[in-house]
């Protein structure tokens, strides 16, 4: 079945490094893959999606780039600060699925210190 | 900016016990879904919902577990005789259609068994 595997966490940077979060998927067909943030104590937030192979998603400096030929969607960030201190999930939506279920991986913890 | 809504945000019950956790979803939305994370673990789908009936369900949403719309605007889950293995963070979410959509999702309901 479907599946989506995040890097094991916690990842622990200092403020301006660069971060990535590695995600792979496997599915067939073509799934939408969405990257999800929970910040402390909220729910779970949208960061950016790509519905296709090649597209790149962005949102608040944060980019993921659809690769199908390695089903990746890593999730990069150049320059992080304490603010984007959260738990990060990677997500597949199937497009054969016509109720647009998410799958989830397992949610890499990000620490940034100061 | 809408949002989903769940209330209790913390319920704590006894072993046995039925529960039920309430959602208010985005109001022109159609599609409504409950999932839940036990601590530590992925963020696992349960069921979806579509005109007024369940479009999709999880192995683990079983005969224990129900959902309603009752009114229009409520989203409910309701667990008829809870196990020490229910306790989790509950999840719902809405989303204006199912494919490549976005779900938004509400901040969670945490349930504990006891």
């Known amino acids: 079945g479907d599946s989506v595997t995040q890097m094991e966490g916690p990842v622990t940077l200092s403020e301006e490094a660069f971060l990535t979060i590695n995600c792979t998927y496997t599915a067939t067909g073509y799934p939408s893959l969405f990257w999800y943030v929970q910040y402390p104590g909220e729910g779970l937030q949208l960061l950016l999606k790509?519905?296709?192979?090649?597209d790149k998603g962005s949102n608040k400096g944060f980019e993921a780039t659809y690769r199908k030929e390695t089903t990746s969607f890593h999730l990069e960030k150049g320059s992080v600060q304490v603010s984007d201190s959260a738990v990060y999930f990677c997500a597949l939506s199937h497009g054969s699925s016509n109720t647009g279920k998410l799958i989830f991986g397992q949610g890499t913890t990000l620490q940034v210190k100061p | 900016e809408p949002e989903v809504t769940q209330t209790p945000s913390h319920q704590v019950t006894q072993m046995g016990q039925e529960v039920i956790l309430r959602c208010v979803p985005i109001?022109?939305?159609?599609?409504f879904y409950w999932y839940r994370q036990i601590l530590g673990q992925k963020v696992e789908f349960l069921v979806s919902f579509y005109n007024n009936e369940i479009s999709e369900k999880s192995e683990i949403f079983d005969d224990q577990f129900s959902v309603e719309r009752p009114d229009g605007s409520n989203f409910t889950l309701k667990i008829r005789s809870t196990k020490l293995e229910d306790s989790a963070m509950y999840f719902c979410a809405s989303s204006p259609g199912f494919q490549r959509a976005e779900a938004f999702f509400g901040q969670g309901t945490r349930l504990t068994v006891v």
């Open positions: 109001s022109n939305h159609l599609y």
């Open positions: 790509a519905t296709k192979a090649d």
